[in-house]
Nanobody, 117 residues
């Protein structure tokens, strides 16, 4: 079975950093593009970043460019999101999601990131 398990979230002050991890299992992780998607309280899902299977192509939402870095370790079946210079507006439940065509077929349970002073 496909499983995606996020971790690393928490509460931080503005300007702080967090590193989210997504442990994948049940599929050939290295062959799939992976994304991070955020959901702020009372809001819909918003795409944050995508990393291609080969690891050589990344995309970021304009709101996080220069602050967040997506990466993957295919040997460890793990996707990461390094979040720096966090802002209150980054507060959201962050999911890792497997890319299926132009959508997502599997999601993790999410890890909460709260940025507040």
């Amino acid at each position: 079975e496909v499983q995606l398990v996020e971790s690393g979230g928490g509460m931080v002050q503005p300007g702080g950093s967090l590193r989210l991890s997504c442990a994948a299992s049940g599929f050939t992780f290295s062959t799939y593009d992976m994304s991070w998607v955020g959901q702020a309280p009372g809001k819909g899902h918003v795409w944050v970043s995508t990393l291609k299977a080969g690891g050589g192509s990344t995309d970021y939402a304009d709101s996080v460019k220069g602050r967040f870095t997506i990466s993957r370790d295919n040997a460890k079946n793990t996707l990461y999101l390094q979040m720096n210079s966090l802002k209150p507006e980054d507060t959201a439940l962050y999911y890792c999601a497997r890319v299926y065509w132009w959508a997502y077929d599997y999601w993790g349970q999410g890890t909460q990131v709260t940025v507040s002073s």
